[in-house]
């Protein structure tokens, strides 16, 4: 199987505190992963991690094979990784229109046209056309995880990296959010903004055994388990976990 | 019509009617308040330089003063060596340009507050220099400007002229993808650069923007008064374009000349305590700001008008 992105021993140490350790873990092209575990586990961190926000103090990231270790955060983003984090990220001085165009125009700063269809293409695929004119600080919560989304695609990642990207959002809108995601992963045979794999990290053990071609759970800092939804699920770690935080 | 071109049309047509208005003024001014009115428009254009680089970019930068007497000199230079004015003019916005890249650069390196201590030392570095170096700049006495002083009203409107053009510049240029990405960076920069943007790069081009207007500022400053000397890099003349930019509306073209005036006005009113109330009310100004209206003059009116125009809709609906 072809993989898509790669660690090898991949491990944050800060203030001699080992918060990520020595993570191996692949994700093939096509699949999504759901990442799963208890508050402070690290799975925010791990995602930082692949996304280029922060460096790891040990292990390697590969992307198509291509070392990104040590590259800084833009050099993610243009070699096709976008990231959602956790915290709602729409800057909230600039209209949503400008956030959007923000995004898009990065790779073609001065062709208009391309920027304008792109931004209208994205605009519609988020839903997002009856607030263009609104500084972002007016959007709902809702509203800035789906722009949160929406920004993220718009340098047509090969990989998505989202943390909790429904979390707090009201059931219809994490609904659309979720099948946004599985929509442009599912059916990727060149539509536009389409993925070539996702991860993306979720408390919701619904949402993640339904989401997950695979599911891992980490707990300070490392993989528990790793594999498809059935099997993490018989997990007796994660058994034990889902008994006390379970949310069904 | 929606509410945003609305609102665009009717800054549109207060900007031209107020831009308008100073430009008769002149017919209705004695000499001394046409001179006056020549320096705000400098003081403006030179805020507007540092409003680029903090209202745009978010930088606080206490480093203006070294283009503001880098654009004098190379002015005086350019006149003395015979070049003419206007292609002095284009050797200061060039040399105010390479020094806005050498400063940026060595400034978006430092982190956090350390930035704005970084070029308060560049800007006092800068007129220790200048006033050492007696030979180039004459240090305290200064250099007299050779040329032939045009008149007042003749100035004025070559300041004016000036004036609209850097101030159109400046709004085409932050209306552009450029000046997008500056305001990007301003409101959160490790987000823009997760967003793939190079944001250094972004930061060091609006330091040589503002540094080529700064420039362009204290050359034409130098031209006006046919005087130059050292004391053109005192650091005071950053503070200056701070409070301006503050008082005035920081984010806004408008807001560093609205700025610039309402304290050469205030100067003007007080002149013989103004020593001792500048400090004060330069102090009392800033608390001001932060705590009750922080983006400005400008700011607030908008805030108003805003308000007033709401109003309006809620009643016709
Ligand atoms: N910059 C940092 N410096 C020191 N410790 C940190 C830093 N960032 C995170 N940590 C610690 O690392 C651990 C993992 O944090 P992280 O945010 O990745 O957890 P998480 O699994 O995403 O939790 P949550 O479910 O609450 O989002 C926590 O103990 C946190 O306190
Ligand atoms: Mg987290």
Redesign the interface.
Known sequence: MKELLVTRGLGLEIDRKNIIRDVDTSLAVGEIKGVMGPNGAGKSTFLRLL???LCPTSGEIALRGEDMTSK???E???SGIS?V?QRP?P????TVE?NV???V???S??SRRS?RSKVDTLVDLIGIQAKL?LSARELSYGEMRTLDVG?AL??EPVLLLADEPTAGVSGDVADEIITLLKGLCRSNDGRRFGLDGLIFVEHDKGTVFHLADRVGFLREGRFVVEGSPEEVRENRAVVQYLAEHGVD | MSGGSKRYLMKAVASSVAVTSIGVLPLFLGRFQVVLLTEVIIWGVFALSFNLIYGYTGMLSFGQSMFFGAGAYILTYGIIWEFGLPLSLVMVALGGALLGLIVGAVAVRVRGAKFFLVTLVGAILFHLIALDNRWLTGGDDGLLVPLQFRGITENFYLIYGFGLFVGLVTFAIVKSPVGLVFRMIKGDRERAELLGYWTDGYRILSFAIGGAIAALAGGLYGYTTGFVSADFFHWSYSADAVVWTVLGGSGTIAGPFVGAALLTFIREVLSSTWGVVYPVLVGLLLVGLVLGFPDGVVGLLGRISSRYSDKKGADGG
């Open positions: 996304a280029g926000e800084p955060a833009r993610f983003n243009k990231y984090s990220g800057f909230p001085d600039l400008e165009r923000g995004a125009q990065r790779g700063l001065f920027v004119g920004m718009a340098s």
